[in-house]
């Protein structure tokens, strides 16, 4: 097929007019001027008019077992209240449902990848036949005693298992957060190799529960009754924590890194490992400032995320791009849509996928702009900008007019 459109930005520095991409199977066979295009046969074209095709957005954290669940929960100002909420809202009944309908959403705002965390070990049997490229984390959860004892089990179980086989699915893990899971877990799934996704600095609470061993979580675990009473904190920042366990090198991502050292963004810039910001989750939980701009200036990739729709108001990453390039106005245009695109392919570790080129996956989104006159990367920011194509691995998974 080729999609043809008033402009090509086959990445963020780069615009064609009246560009269009010819596909082949799964791959980008050519980009460029529509005249000029090369492909072999008779490829059936599309043409998208007065928009842009732009490689497809990749959602880099996200919870969509939690997609239809998210209604039931409260906003309330103390993380840890929030969490309780969660804990238990993952029924069997809910979470096939819940999965299906976050990847319709994700796939009609724009998103072509996920990096979904897995609540239940269920999520990779469902998201298998499902149309969208995922890095699919298996949570691990235990902190101390039988809770601890059951997570380990959970993951000696996962790793055992035949892996789930699908050519736009990555099986990888994710050991939940410090206060959730320990030492010896965070080892264990460094030493499987696979990527790992860890939720860290999210809160001040975690910061105090680590450096301390006091404070709301240890209230928290109590309230499930799992005890903290022989565990020794490691009187360490988030990230030191991290470090010493051996979790930052090319292979994780950090969820959140809210609240960072000076020394903390050090260690990051030095490790390889990726961040996955989630602007409007971090809004909702009225958190300070993120240090994202920091981070790009020492180099530390930099992905975004929806995080569940318990704490956002959709899985769309169109929105997400529009409300970062309100919010953080001191970021370039183009370094935002990196961010989104690139950054996040990057950050799950997925090659060939996040830029428009020969002989990469053919995961493209058309986006309807307002043709103002202005850049074209500043119309894909405008409040009126609209995802009306998605295109993963050369399959139209979504149109504005109807879905296929
Ligand atoms: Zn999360």
Redesign the pocket.
């Known amino acids: 097929m080729i999609l043809r459109a008033k402009y090509v930005m086959p990445n963020s520095y780069t615009i064609i007019e009246n560009g269009a991409v010819a596909i082949q199977g799964s791959e980008i066979v050519d980009v460029g001027p529509y005249p000029t295009i090369q492909h072999s046969g008779t490829l059936p074209i599309h043409d998208l008019g007065e928009a842009i095709l732009t490689p497809g957005l990749v959602n880099a954290?996200?919870?969509l077992d939690l997609t239809s669940s998210a209604d039931s929960v409260q906003r309330v100002p103390k993380f840890t209240d929030w969490v309780f909420q969660i804990v238990g809202k993952r029924n069997p009944s809910t979470i096939e449902p819940s999965i299906r309908e976050g990847v319709q959403q994700s796939l009609a705002g724009g998103v072509t990848a996920v990096g979904d965390?897995d609540g239940t070990g269920g999520s990779a049997q469902i998201l298998r036949d499902t149309p969208i490229r995922k890095v699919v984390f298996c949570e691990v959860l235990g902190f101390s005693g039988e809770h601890a004892t059951t997570g380990l089990a959970r993951l000696t179980a996962y790793l055992d298992a035949a892996p789930v086989l699908d050519s736009l699915l990555t099986p990888a893990l994710s050991p939940h957060a410090p206060y959730s899971t320990s030492a010896d877990i965070y080892r264990q799934c460094v030493a499987s190799g696979l990527s790992v996704c860890t939720?860290i600095a999210e809160t001040k609470e975690e910061l105090e529960f680590l450096s301390s061993g006091t404070g709301a979580f240890v209230d928290y675990l109590e309230a499930f009754g799992i005890s903290t009473a022989g565990w020794r904190p490691p009187q360490a920042t988030p990230m030191q924590y991290m470090e010493t366990l051996g979790v930052l090198d090319k292979k994780s991502l950090l969820?959140?890194c809210n609240y960072l050292t000076d020394a903390d963004v050090t260690i990051l810039a030095e490790s390889g490992a990726s961040v996955v910001f989630?602007p409007r989750?971090h809004h909702y939980f009225y958190h300070t400032d993120h240090p994202v701009l920091q981070l790009i200036e020492r180099g530390i990739n930099v992905a975004i995320?929806t995080?569940?729709l318990a704490s956002n108001w959709s899985l769309s990453l169109l929105d997400e791009l529009k409300f970062l390039g309100r919010t953080q106005p001191r970021i370039h245009p183009e370094t935002l849509f990196d961010m989104v695109t690139y950054n996040g392919a990057k950050a799950l570790g997925l090659e060939r996928v996040g830029r428009l080129e020969r002989g990469w996956q053919a995961d493209i989104i058309a986006v309807k702009i307002p043709n103002d006159g202005r850049p074209a990367i500043e119309q894909i920011l405008d409040s009126a900008s609209e995802n009306l194509l998605t295109v993963v691995g050369g399959k139209i998974c979504y149109s504005s007019n109807h879905q296929e």
């Open positions: 954290h996200t919870h965390i939720h969820a959140h989630c989750s995320g995080d569940s």
